[in-house]
């Protein structure tokens, strides 16, 4: 599994340099302010939102059964910047 989420990680480190050379600094951020001109980005938002206070509800009870609470901390801090992969990360290590 360890062999999984290193790939995992590898992939997403790729796939986001590849973004940040795509759409760097102000152009990024005009197409993430370009999500509210559609009439569901609230909705978006909201969505979005709430599928990260359900993965931090779940990693903060997954790390208090199994003693990993660092590992969810350091997780909790990076998902507003990195959204739900460090869930998907925490996840992958868990077994680690």
């Excluded at 370009?34 to 009870?61: C, H, T």
């Amino acid at each position: 599994m360890s062999i999984v989420a290193l790939l995992v990680v590898t992939a997403w480190l790729v796939a986001t340099a590849w973004a940040w050379l795509r759409a760097p600094g102000k152009q990024a951020l005009d197409q993430l302010g370009g999500i509210w001109q559609i009439p569901w980005g609230r909705q978006v938002f909201v969505d979005f939102a709430g599928l990260e206070v359900v993965l931090a509800l779940w990693m903060l009870s997954d790390a208090a059964a199994q003693g990993t609470m660092v590992r969810a901390v350091v997780c909790l801090v990076a998902m507003p910047v990195f959204g739900a992969m460090p869930a998907a990360v925490y996840w992958l290590l868990r077994g680690v």
